[in-house]
């Protein structure tokens, strides 16, 4: 096990909104401070005016492209906005990604992300493609294959070219396991690390939730090529098969992934892991317990 700090843990978890078999929890309301101002004595300095940290931050609510659906967005350090969204048949359609500017009024000519059409899908307990920005903003997209046909299958990837114009050709990198389900992830950072993840089962292995496990294959080149996937924890918790779950990667050469189990038939315990590219394996924590309600 290893110590995550409080705000690293419920910043991640407030961020996911991991989706479980019973739909999202119940949003909390804000309720307004009626409590009285305290006394002030007359020799007391004024505290400082704090008022516009209380203000609410304006939103700009933008319409997705081409009546798209599933969209995943990132921010860059420069504000630029990068989208992606499924487009087409929700069993074998495409993926798309789009930009826009600070400053804008329009987002960018969009580009086809899968090299194979028909080979996204949007159905069931999938959550879409997914997006991560990596070494000099260079865009991940990783998402389930809908399997109609022999290059649809698995878990796909692909990055966009150097030049920023196309996506590169789709690859599979979901060697070694099988009955893909919930939705993988990506994660990306400025070193030039990308991490893939999904859970899934074993080759070979008996079925069952209690059996699936998370697995990760990571690339040290920006993604032109990966290492073999391999289990991301030794630790036998169990995957939750309708459940996404989420990766992310920090500043600091570290990554994290946020999933729910399935030990013990109603438990869906949320648990974090954490590693570095060069780790074996990575860390986990139980962050929060939970079980599926009668």
Not at 11 to 30: D, I, K, P, T, W
Not at 129 to 148: D, P, T, Y
Not at 172 to 199: C, F, K, P, R
Request: hydrophobic share 35%.
């Amino acid at each position: 096990m290893f110590r995550t700090s409080t705000s690293l843990t419920l910043a991640v978890v407030g961020a996911v909104c991991l989706a479980g078999c019973n739909g999202a929890e119940q949003e909390r309301e804000n309720k307004a401070d009626s409590r009285p101002a305290p006394a002030v004595a007359k020799d007391a300095k004024p505290a400082p005016d704090r008022s516009a940290a209380k203000q609410p931050t304006k939103v700009t609510l933008l319409r997705v492209p081409n009546r798209g659906i599933q969209p995943q967005a990132v921010a860059d350090a420069k504000g630029t906005l990068h989208l992606i969204y499924f487009k087409g048949e929700a069993g074998a359609g495409d993926l798309f990604y789009v930009n826009r500017q600070v400053g804008k009024g329009r987002f960018s000519h969009p580009i086809r992300v899968n090299s194979r059409p028909g080979s996204a899908t949007a159905v069931g307990t999938i959550r879409g493609g997914q997006i991560a920005l990596g070494k000099s903003g260079r865009v991940h997209v990783a998402w389930n294959g809908s399997g109609k046909g022999k290059q649809a299958e698995g878990m796909l990837y692909a990055r966009l070219n150097d030049a920023g114009t196309a996506f590169e050709e789709q690859r599979d990198l979901m060697q070694g396991t099988e009955i893909l389900d919930g939705g993988g992830s990506v994660a990306a950072d400025a070193s030039g690390n990308v991490y893939v993840v999904w859970h899934a089962l074993k080759k070979g292995s008996e079925r069952g939730e209690g059996r699936r496990q998370v697995w990760v294959t990571r690339s040290a080149n920006e993604g032109k090529s990966f290492a073999k996937g391999t289990p991301a924890w030794t630790e036998a918790t169990g995957a939750c098969g309708c459940c996404g779950l989420r990766a992310f990667a920090d500043s600091q050469g570290s990554a994290y992934v946020l999933y729910r189990s399935a030990n013990g038939g109603d438990n869906r315990d949320v648990y974090l892991l954490a590693g570095k590219q060069q780790d074996t394996s990575f860390r986990g924590a139980l962050v929060h317990k939970w079980k599926v309600p009668d």
